[in-house]
């Protein structure tokens, strides 16, 4: 069996790929290419774009649109029919967009890879198209150029590549061409470059070892591709609510029309006002009360940052009770800072974040002068005279060019005054020893004042101390004891202990004649310093996470960094306690993969970081997580985050530093990159679905009323002409105005006080709450008892007059006590004054504007013949809005007594 190519050396990656040191012949790179096949991620067969889109159609509730739009076409109501075609249209098109997905991310897969490489052929430099390169390929890299295949590495000068993307790391990872170890991860494997990440410093030379799919970019493909998607939760409810509408409408229609046919109705009028029953049963704007509620949760949410890429999303954000977010850049800045200086027998603090060069140096939370400190300003002299990264001004933000431990070195000098392009006036290089990962250091070389020449070092900082004989303090030179060289070694260790990325300083006057130096010349150094950096979190997490606690809902960290790292950062976040015990809530990649599914799933609910994971464990947290019974959000930056996010509930992709593969993949993209932002989208959520639950509420409980009260006085009517209470045009009315404009606006209205102080919503748990069943049962029954109290008053199988009277009467008390029953409906828990009556003001234009509709029918005379009513006399109106009181106020009694209970 062939060892993996990183532990194998140069000569015998060489020999087992049958490849030469000046690259293949054009001749043999062709014939593999024929073997190989192109270097490109491969599209699996999937259906057609035609047939996704009428698979959308067998969905239940879109079949019940359809009869009802059939229906609605034979009673005349065509612009019911239009606009319940227009809803089955935007849900097909929503359904076809999430299982369209997938392809979009193999796109986007596909877009990130290298449109050409340069390669070595019959021993000359070419370009060839990317798709072109073969396994045996002698790939040449150099500073920005982004990697077109896995490759093993064969020539490595201070060669640094940005693997963030694939693996996670974030920090730049130096690269050499030693072998390693078989079991060493993907992470640590520093002789390979893989496919999609860049050279971000230095040059180097790779043979080639895999391409397309077999690439650890493509096995990410392929995981994207079998990585299954499951309906979110308010897709299974909405397939269960349909199913049981379907079940109530079928039963209406047969069980009523039989009945007023048996009672002597004619079988034609039967059946058009049973149609126009089930019309009204079927509450037919549900899917664009869902739509229309998360289309404008959507507009909400992107004007705070988050950019909904599928609608349903929302929803379950909002029901979401774990957040698994990636720490670079989604929990920190992605941006090194210095934070800790050890200078002159001090440990300085230096504010400040990111590479803004705004900030102060602190000594025991005194302000120091670094001008003045002559310790401190040499040590910053140095450390950004031995350096290669640049600060500059990009459209009014600051940005690094080169390495960000570099960079993270310029922006501390320049919070001190020192800039780069000033100091290098007055001390250029004229040579340096590059620094290498076997040397752990650095070296420059300055001509001082245009004849003295000055060496600046920067390292490790027990490797720079052991090239240096004396140290600088109190503005003098001094011999470098051993007690001193063990005291900066223990503030080494105590900064490391911080998760601290720690670099040591020294310098040495050199003779004028010195124009380079040679690495056996690297002693007799004066030690300036420590400086310590770190990647800093944002300000705004620690409070969203507080949030997130409260609402109960768990957040995770999973990066690809370092554990200390990942610890230090959790803590400062508040994410675990500061002196909390890591066993058991901290695992890293090497400690997962030694534990079996079964053994991981115990433990998955303690643990709170995972650190150097790779994609394969994100996606198995998920899945352990999910198997908890979980609604898992998963939040990531690179490729290596795409298959988490497709698995997860709801994936959340990053706007700004997140890739394009990434952004397909997801659900969710915060176009700020700020994980607070997530706080503002899971309110959202909550928010909508508590408006779903409010509108399928306050419309079942009027249609059961109506149902309840057309019944009931079809069977209590002594004569057939009586029995039928509503014409079909009335119920038709009742139901445009009443389950038309407010109930819309009940789906945006402004969400119950307690919205983020309530624990995660069950998954399994069903629409119908007890609350909900409550509503259902005791309010339609009271407006039933007092509407045909009033229907049966006017005695309407007396005479025709009686009849329309009656008619009149009950149809002005229906559309009222609805409309009162909307503003009732504005919280399920509290009284609407607590919530605040006029706080939904779309809902008052709808009430007031269907009031209007109502009046204009009741007193246009070629209106009045059309829906058979007569004027309502006062009577009639004091009859009404009493019996809309009475089940107003006994509603709001109702909720008030259940919060108190509650209380």
Request: one cysteine or more; charged letters at 25%; hydrophobic letters at 45%.
């Amino acid at each position: 069996m062939q060892k993996p190519w990183h532990s194998m050396k140069v000569n015998e990656v060489l020999q087992a790929l049958n490849a030469k040191i000046e690259g293949l012949s054009q001749e043999e790179a062709q014939k593999r290419l024929q073997e190989f096949g192109p270097n490109e991620l491969k599209k699996e067969k999937r259906k057609s774009p035609v047939k996704l889109f009428f698979e959308q159609f067998t969905d239940i509730l879109i079949t019940i649109l359809l009869i009802a739009t059939v229906l609605s076409f034979a009673v005349g109501e065509v612009y019911d029919g239009i606009v319940i075609i227009a809803i089955v249209m935007a849900c097909a098109v929503l359904g076809f967009t999430q299982e369209y997905k997938a392809e979009k991310a193999l796109e986007a897969l596909k877009k990130m890879t290298a449109p050409t490489a340069t390669v070595l052929r019959d021993g000359k430099e070419v370009e060839i198209q990317t798709r072109d390169v073969v396994p045996g390929d002698i790939l040449l890299l150099y500073t920005g150029d982004k990697v077109s295949a896995d490759a093993r590495l064969i020539e490595a000068i201070n060669m640094k590549t940005d693997e963030a993307p694939l693996t996670g790391e974030s920090t730049p990872v130096n690269k050499d061409v030693k072998p390693l170890p078989e079991e060493t991860p993907v992470s640590d494997r520093r002789n390979i470059v893989f496919t999609g990440t860049v050279v971000v410093y230095g040059r180097g030379k790779a043979l080639v070892t895999s391409t397309g799919m077999n690439t650890e970019f493509g096995k990410i493909a392929k995981m994207v591709q079998v990585t299954e998607e499951e309906e979110t939760p308010l897709e299974k409810r909405m397939s269960h609510v349909g199913k049981w509408l379907g079940i109530l409408c079928v039963a209406v229609c047969l069980f009523v029309g039989v009945f007023g046919i048996i009672r002597g109705r004619g079988p034609l009028e039967m059946i058009l006002w049973s149609i126009s029953l089930a019309v009204a049963a079927v509450p037919e704007a549900l899917p664009a009360v869902v739509t229309g509620a998360l289309a404008v949760g959507m507009y909400r949410m992107a004007r705070e940052n988050s950019i909904v890429r599928r609608l349903p999303a929302v929803e379950t954000l909002g029901c979401t009770s774990v957040i698994c977010s990636d720490k670079t850049g989604t929990m920190t800045k992605g941006e090194m800072t210095v934070q800790r200086i050890y200078v002159n027998d001090k440990t300085l603090k230096v504010t400040g974040v990111g590479y803004e060069p705004q900030g102060e140096f602190l000594f025991e939370d005194k302000k120091l002068n670094p001008t003045k400190e002559k310790e401190l300003y040499t040590l910053l002299k140095g450390a950004t005279l031995c350096n290669d990264a640049k600060l500059e001004k990009e459209e009014g933000k600051w940005v690094v060019k080169g390495d960000p431990t570099e960079g993270a070195l310029v922006v501390a000098a320049a919070k001190a005054g020192l800039w780069k392009e000033e100091i290098e006036k007055e001390e250029p290089r004229i040579n340096e020893i590059p620094f290498s990962s076997e040397r752990k250091s650095m070296t420059t070389i300055h001509e001082a004042h245009g004849k003295s020449k000055i060496a600046y070092m920067k390292g490790a900082p027990e490797i720079v101390l052991e090239k240096c004989k004396k140290v600088y303090t109190n503005g003098k030179v001094r011999k470098l004891t051993d007690e001193i060289r063990r005291e900066i070694l223990a503030v080494n260790e105590a900064m490391a202990i911080q998760a601290l990325r720690n670099l040591g300083f020294a310098y040495q006057e050199l003779p004028e004649s010195t124009t380079s130096l040679n690495e056996e010349d690297e002693k007799d150094f004066v030690f300036l310093g420590i400086m310590g950096m770190i990647d800093p979190p944002r300000e705004e997490v620690k409070e969203a996470i507080y949030m997130c606690r409260k609402a109960g809902i768990k957040v995770v960290m999973v990066t690809g960094d370092h554990k200390l790292t990942a610890v230090a950062v959790a803590k400062e976040l508040n994410l675990v306690g500061e002196n909390e015990k890591e066993e058991g809530r901290v695992l890293t990649g090497a400690e997962l993969d030694k534990l079996s599914d079964e053994e991981f799933e115990k433990n998955v609910e303690n643990v709170v970081i995972y650190a150097r994971v790779s994609p394969e464990h994100k996606v198995r947290i998920v899945k352990a997580l999910r198997k908890k019974g979980y609604i898992c959000a998963m939040t990531g930056d690179g490729v290596n985050d795409a298959p988490a996010l497709k698995m997860a509930d709801i994936g959340v992709a990053m706007g700004i530093t997140g890739t394009e593969v990434t952004k397909e993949a997801s659900d969710m993209v915060l176009a700020d990159d700020n994980f607070a932002t997530i706080v503002r989208a899971v309110k959202e959520g909550r928010e909508i679905y508590d408006n779903i639950k409010k509108y399928l509420t306050y419309l079942l409980r009027c249609n059961i009323m109506e149902i309840l009260v057309l019944f009931i006085a079809m069977m209590l009517s002594p004569e057939p002409e009586s029995a039928i209470a509503l014409t079909t045009i009335q119920i038709l009315w009742v139901n445009l105005t009443t389950d038309g404009l407010p109930a819309l606006a009940l789906g945006v209205d402004p969400g119950d006080p307690d919205l983020m102080d309530r624990k995660p919503r069950d998954p399994k748990e069903s629409v119908f709450t007890r609350d909900v069943k409550v509503y259902l049962s005791a309010v339609p029954v009271l407006m039933t008892v007092l509407l045909l109290g009033g229907y049966l008053f006017y005695q309407p199988w007396i005479s025709k007059h009686n009849l329309v009277e009656a008619r009149t009467q009950l149809f002005t008390a229906i559309v009222l006590m609805e409309l009162a029953n909307a503003v009732n409906a504005r919280s399920l828990k509290y009284t609407v004054f607590k919530v605040g009556v006029f706080k939904n003001k779309l809902l008052w234009i709808a009430i007031l504007s269907s009031l209007g509709l109502q009046l204009m029918v009741l007193y246009t005379p070629a209106l009045q013949g059309l829906f058979d009513v007569i004027y309502p006399e006062l009577f009639d109106w004091a009859v009404a809005i009493a019996f809309t009181l009475i089940v107003f106020f006994s509603i709001e009694v109702g909720k008030y007594i259940a919060s108190r209970r509650r209380a």
